[in-house]
């Protein structure tokens, strides 16, 4: 079976850990041993076993990953599936051409309890399945594709593209939190998505032109 990473600009996928490429092979080796008890869930695989597993996909990433064994992070049974970057609405960017998007300034730590880069302009969009910043931006924060886990993501019109998931954590209203991060090859947008969304409670003040985190 071809590779995820090979699905990405050369440059990128020949940095891709080859202990990670190691440990997809061998995943899709006993896929079909792994549908009984773990179809629909999502796990991470390395070492020729499932090192973590559960329903939320950032939980699960995040437990992985921790292992420093350059898991293999699927939803069993849906792994061709895209992380959806879906777009909805609000009021409060009124500069965007359509309607005003809720724009927030975030603290993205690459590495928990240290600092981090400070982005503006991250659009709060409950309609993508994680988040999202563009090449440029990850490499801001010194992420590297060799720490990147090979994926795809998928846009509102069906499309897919090519994706490198990173371990992160955004630090907002004095909490830092998990992120799955998505690096974007194509577009320039920042997308903060319900892998993070999930656990704030939000108040969006349309008229106000306001978003309140933790009201």
């Known amino acids: 079976m071809r590779s995820l990473a090979d ?10 850990d080859p202990d990670w490429r190691k440990n997809e092979a061998a995943y899709w080796a ?3 041993q792994l549908l009984g ?3 629909g869930r999502w796990i991470g695989f390395a070492d020729g076993a499932v090192i973590a597993s559960g329903t939320s996909p950032v939980a699960v990433f995040h437990a992985a990953e921790a292992t420093g064994r350059n898991p293999f992070v699927t939803c069993v049974g849906r792994e061709d599936e895209p992380v959806r970057m879906r777009r909805v609405s ?3 960017d009124g500069s965007y051409p359509g309607e005003p998007l809720p724009i927030l300034t975030l603290e993205f730590p690459p590495v928990s309890r240290a600092p981090g880069v400070t982005l503006d302009r991250v659009i709060a969009d409950t309609g993508a399945d994680a988040s999202a910043l563009p090449w440029a931006d990850c490499q801001r924060l010194q992420l590297t594709a060799a720490r990147g886990r090979p994926g795809w993501m998928g846009g509102v019109a069906g499309g897919t593209a090519p994706t490198l998931h990173f371990r992160v954590w955004v630090y907002l209203d004095g909490q830092e939190r998990p992120c799955r991060l998505q690096a974007d090859f194509v577009g320039n947008e920042r997308i903060l998505g319900r892998d993070v969304l999930n656990r704030l409670e939000m108040l969006f003040r349309g008229p106000g032109g306001e978003v309140v985190v933790n009201p």
């Open 90 to 92: 609000f009021a409060h």
């Open 30 to 32: 006993v896929r079909d």
């Open 7 to 16: 699905a990405l600009p050369p440059e990128i996928a020949q940095q891709i």
């Open 37 to 39: 008890q773990y179809q």
